[in-house]
């Protein structure tokens, strides 16, 4: 049962557009969720978070917004520049568990 | 200077083998982790250690036997290895157990053949 999922696979952007990358969660009690930034042959990199209480957090190109009605967040990245290209995870915690639950990621490809 | 470290990076190995990857961070974290990342990509946590103690530890096969000889590592053993076991296992820490961003190695590629 996947309680995170990132439904498109895949997201090709021009540089100097935004990309804007979704997730949707099942589990209501996750209070704290993550997105992380994944290049090839390395370690999931953690990029910007967002605790339920909030709807909205930024730091810099990428805003993360947080809409608990739907049980969904996405992450934008504005400007998007070609270092952006990678793979990017969502995560969620909270409830009756300390586990950080992960969503399958999308592969974000920036061209000039 | 590397946060989180593990070694070895690459590993291919033969069915049956018992292999071993150690996992060291210099945050000063509390809690320790291994997750695991298959053919599919799906990233799920294996075990998680809090201060050398065992808190959590998924369905996975008793062959895999963690080890936390003190808060600033884990390594983990694997005994009898399957081709199934092929996939990238990653350590992690974070400062405690809950709301805590987690930090993630760089992963270790094992292949068993």
């Known amino acids: 049962d996947q309680q995170v999922k990132q439904n498109s696979p895949s997201l090709s952007v021009q540089e100097g557009r935004i990309s804007i990358l979704n997730c949707d969660y099942t589990?209501?009690?996750?209070?704290?969720f993550l997105w992380y930034k994944k290049y090839p042959a390395e370690g999931p990199t953690f990029l910007i978070s967002i605790s339920s209480i909030k709807d909205k957090n930024e730091d810099g190109r990428f805003t993360v917004f947080l809409n608990k009605s739907a049980k969904h967040l996405s992450l934008h990245i504005v400007p998007s520049q070609p270092g952006d290209s990678a793979v990017y995870f969502c995560?969620?915690?909270?409830?009756?568990?300390?586990?950080?639950?992960f969503g399958t990621g999308t592969r974000l490809q920036v061209f000039p | 200077d590397t946060a989180v470290s593990q070694t070895p990076k690459y590993l291919v190995t033969q069915m049956g083998n018992d292999k071993s990857i150690k996992c060291e961070q210099n945050?000063?974290?509390?809690?320790m982790y291994w997750y695991k990342q298959d053919s599919k990509k799906f990233l799920k946590i294996m075990f998680s250690y809090n201060n050398k103690e065992l808190i959590i530890n998924e369905t996975v096969p008793n062959r895999f036997s963690p080890k936390s000889p003190d808060k600033a590592h884990l390594n983990l053993h694997i005994n009898s290895l399957e081709l199934g076991d092929s996939a990238v296992y990653f350590c992690a820490s974070s400062q405690g157990l809950g709301t805590y961003t987690i930090y993630f190695g760089e992963g270790s590629w094992l292949t068993v053949v």
């Open positions: 945050l000063g974290h509390d809690t």
């Open positions: 589990n209501s009690m996750f209070d704290y």
């Open positions: 995560a969620a915690s909270g409830g009756d568990t300390d586990k950080l639950i």
